[in-house]
């Protein structure tokens, strides 16, 4: 089951405001720079990778915003270039990463970009759908569970004010 949209953006201030405002989607918690103990694309590790991110929640949906801030290559950055702004992937978060990794391997999918945050693995698998729109697999640690639910308790209960918070991951 799918549990976030990732949309990549040129300006994640602006497109927050604009979700927050059109779309009464929010409130908004950003980061603005993810923190990895590794990155790597096509195969290639790479040392300084810069994004921000914000996430708020639909319902039951997770909504997330990215904007790279590099040049570093990345799968955000061949969307962009591919097809501008949009949804650029579908989440999943399987606690048993592993056989999720290999079901999708198994499927025909390979992982073009692949991190960690501490203990958190992830991978994307590209054009895992129409319109270039990828798979991310995101581990799922217990320690995760406390942020989801205090930013979807935020979006159910949010009455406009306050639109865009502060985000730190807890990093186990």
Request: aromatic residues 12%; charged residues 20%.
């Amino acid at each position: 089951m799918f549990s976030q949209l990732g949309y990549v953006v040129h300006d994640i201030q602006s497109s927050m405001r604009a979700w927050s405002e059109r779309l009464r989607i929010g409130p908004w918690f950003y980061n603005p720079r993810l923190a990895l103990d590794h990155y790597c694309f096509r195969g290639t590790d790479y040392e300084d990778f810069n994004m921000s991110y914000a996430l708020a929640n639909s319902g039951d949906m997770q909504i997330e915003l990215i904007q790279q801030r590099c040049s570093t290559p990345s799968i955000y950055r061949e969307f962009l270039d591919q097809h501008g702004e949009g949804l650029q992937h579908l989440c999943v978060w399987p606690e048993d990463y592993d056989a999720t990794y290999a079901l999708a391997r198994a499927s025909g999918l390979s992982a073009v970009q692949e991190g960690r945050m501490g203990t958190i693995r992830f991978a994307y698998f590209a054009d895992a759908v129409h319109g270039g729109t990828s798979l991310e697999l995101s581990e799922m640690r217990p320690s995760r569970i406390p942020g989801i639910e205090a930013i979807r308790a935020a979006a159910a209960n949010w009455d406009g004010a306050d639109p865009i918070r502060s985000y730190s991951p807890v990093r186990t």
